[in-house]
């Protein structure tokens, strides 16, 4: 793994410079998606899996893929992250949790201050450590924070402000999580009626200018302050957008998909 880094990557400056660093290489590198869901993928996760499906095969995944691999890389030049788990807030109309625990991230305690290090919350990467109770940093996808507040699911909250509001996008507490907690929340991600991600398709990635993503019905896009939206009118559109913006892995993954589905289009 240390090879697949030193091959694309020249770390400096400070320790949270460097995992920023990382962090970058990992938006740039792979997409949020949930193919493996929707085709069945049961396999466990184990680091010999992470790196042959990301960094060999060059797919991507959902939170506890990527930042199952991004923990086990660090953990590798030497940073002392644990695993920790979150629970989302779904906004309105829902206004409510979904699905305890399911949210993995990375934690790091560093100068007497806890950071959050997450590269798996879809397109709404900061790609940097954020600091509890520290100052709220701004990435292409919005500014974010990482504040103490005690709620039913934690004892911080992840926040993104929106229209000079901050609002919420999940809650955890620093607990560490063993490695088996990733199985449990894919089988749940997998299976739960709850889940949002074994339902539709969804591939999304962080951009130099802003984000994008592609459902079966869309490509959307914001950058720069404005927003562009390309609806489908069949699957040949999805997956011209998939070939255009998504690595060649992802793009034959969801042909895979696609091949399994009835036609949806007229």
């Known amino acids: 793994m240390l090879q697949w880094i ?28 949930n193919l493996d869901v929707l085709l069945a993928n049961e396999e466990p996760i184990t680091e010999q899996y992470l790196e042959d499906k990301m960094m060999k095969q060059g797919r991507g995944g959902l939170c506890y893929e990527l930042n199952g691999l991004l923990c086990i890389v660090l953990r590798d030049l030497g ?11 779904a906004p309105s109309p829902r206004n409510s949790f979904v699905m305890d625990s399911t949210h ?17 919350f879809g397109n709404n990467l900061v790609n940097h450590p954020v600091p509890l109770d520290g100052e709220p940093i701004t990435s292409p996808a919005g500014t974010f924070r990482l504040r103490s507040e005690t709620t039913e699911k934690g004892t ?27 199985d449990d929340v894919k089988q ?36 720069n302050g404005d927003e562009e939206t390309l609806p489908f009118q069949d699957h040949g559109e999805l997956l011209d957008q998939v070939r255009r913006h998504a690595a060649p892995a992802v793009y034959e993954a969801t042909v895979n998909y696609i091949n399994e589905q009835k036609p949806s289009y007229d």
């Open 79 to 89: 940073f002392p992250v644990q695993l920790a788990a979150g629970t989302v807030w």
């Open 156 to 182: 911080m909250v992840f926040e993104q402000l929106k229209d000079n509001n901050w609002e919420l996008r999940y809650s955890l507490s620093p607990d560490v999580v063993d490695w088996e907690h990733l």
């Open 188 to 223: 749940q991600i997998h299976h739960s009626p709850d889940s949002s991600f074994n339902k539709a398709l969804l591939i999304a990635k962080l951009t130099d200018d802003g984000t994008y993503s592609i459902n079966e019905d869309r490509y959307y896009r914001k950058y």
């Open 104 to 120: 993995v991230v990375n934690l790091l305690e560093y100068e007497n201050t806890l950071y959050l290090i997450d590269n798996g």
């Open 6 to 33: 030193s091959k694309r990557l020249t770390l400096t400056g400070t320790p949270l410079e460097q995992i920023s660093q990382i962090q970058k290489l990992f938006a740039e590198q792979f997409e949020f998606e």
